[in-house]
């Protein structure tokens, strides 16, 4: 590849949600019926160009890893489908997404898009790693970065945070 083409397009609703160190997406190359390979490797060559260590796929099938390993890029699979229980995947998640941070991993982490889910999983991370101190305040954090509203599937994942292995406990109401 040569020109401006050579270092790729940033993925679709990229967003930083711990700046520097942990991004969101939609799934690179697009989803469902939009998915285009061209498409697809471009964003994976930005990604690896700005210094990805690791992308995370949370979705439910391994769609598409390959073109992770046919550019050199470094990827976990998280299957996190409708179906999955949250608190055993999540648990799972935020302890390897704790430990790759810590190790100074620079990761993106996708669904097939950006939506509630995915929304829930990293505000879920804010609260359950401690960086913020509740649940609310999480979800207010990541609705201002990405720009929009959560809906109830992302708000329900939030608030199963106390009861994952690890999580930081809640702050104590003030008298």
């Known amino acids: 590849m040569k020109g401006k083409w050579a270092k790729g397009i940033p993925p679709r609703f990229f967003a930083w949600i711990i700046k520097g160190k942990l991004a969101v997406s939609e799934r690179p190359g697009g989803y469902a019926r939009n998915h285009r390979k061209v498409r697809r490797q471009e964003e994976i060559l930005w990604l690896r160009g700005e210094g990805f260590t690791r992308i995370v796929s949370l979705l439910p099938s391994p769609h598409n890893l390959h073109a992770y390993d046919e550019l050199g890029v470094t990827w976990s699979h998280v299957p996190f489908g409708p179906h999955d229980d949250a608190g055993l995947v999540l648990g799972e998640l935020y302890i390897q997404l704790r430990d790759w941070l810590n190790a100074g991993e620079r990761i993106l982490v996708h669904q097939e898009e950006l939506g509630?889910?995915?929304?829930?999983?990293?505000?879920?991370?804010?609260?359950?790693?401690?960086?913020?101190?509740?649940?609310?305040?999480?979800?207010?954090?990541?609705?201002?970065?990405?720009?929009?509203?959560?809906?109830?599937?992302?708000?329900?994942?939030?608030?199963?945070v106390p009861n994952i292995v690890g999580s930081a406990p809640e702050p104590a109401a003030a008298e």
């Open 116 to 160: 509630d889910r995915l929304m829930g999983v990293v505000a879920g991370y804010l609260r359950w790693s401690g960086m913020v101190p509740s649940g609310p305040k999480a979800i207010a954090i990541v609705e201002r970065i990405l720009g929009r509203q959560m809906g109830p599937a992302g708000r329900q994942i939030v608030a199963l």
